[in-house]
């Protein structure tokens, strides 16, 4: 395994931060009115990592970003979602990534719906019934706007930094 720069250690905390940022503050504005569902707009984060620097960078960011999610807001419950939830997306993007016949879009909208299933397994094991399976096939529907959403952002995040060089590592 080849080791980081500082350069790209310095890249892998600051994208850790902003995760952690978004995640925080997307708990302020509920832009869908549904129990569990969000924009997931920390998984832009995750995403662009995952494309930019690769699948191990990509994971440290992710549990950063659950480990100090659930310790600010102090809630273990929220770890077991997070983690569940996020591994879930990181393993399935991670998979995805390497078709060439997906784009951004598609890994990005295939990451969010596991995302779901992940967080509807977490509800499972906390609850100790299976009654949230019923709700994952609304979160799946919701997960194809909410993947694309993050898929388009992640892609134009890609295009403005294209003329930079702030993502050669």
Same mark, same amino acid.
């Given at each position: 395994m080849k080791r980081m720069t500082t350069r790209q250690l310095t890249l892998c905390a600051m994208l850790a931060a902003l995760a952690l940022g978004l995640s925080y503050l997307e708990n302020f504005f509920p832009v869908l009115p549904l129990p569990g569902a969000r924009l997931g707009l920390a998984n832009l984060v995750t995403v662009f990592?995952?494309?930019?620097?690769?699948?191990?960078?990509?994971?440290?960011?992710?549990?950063?970003r659950c480990f100090l999610g659930s310790l600010f807001a102090g809630?273990?419950?929220?770890?077991?979602?997070? $983690?569940? /939830?996020? #591994? !879930?997306?990181m393993g399935t993007m991670t998979v995805l990534s390497r078709s060439r016949k997906l784009s951004l879009?598609?890994?990005?909208?295939?990451?969010?719906?596991?995302?779901?299933?992940?967080?509807?397994?977490a509800a499972v094991i906390t609850l100790g019934n299976t009654a949230p399976v019923g709700y994952l096939p609304l979160l799946l529907w919701i997960s194809l706007f909410t993947g694309? $959403?993050? /898929?388009? #952002? !992640?892609a134009a995040l890609f295009r403005a930094l294209a003329h930079t060089n702030l993502m050669k590592t």
């Open positions: 990592a995952l494309y930019a620097l690769g699948p191990l960078p990509a994971l440290a960011i992710l549990l950063v809630n273990l419950n929220a770890l077991i979602f997070s $983690l569940l /939830g996020g #591994l !879930a997306a879009y598609g890994v990005s909208m295939g990451g969010a719906a596991a995302h779901n299933c992940g967080q509807v397994l694309a $959403l993050t /898929g388009a #952002l !992640a």
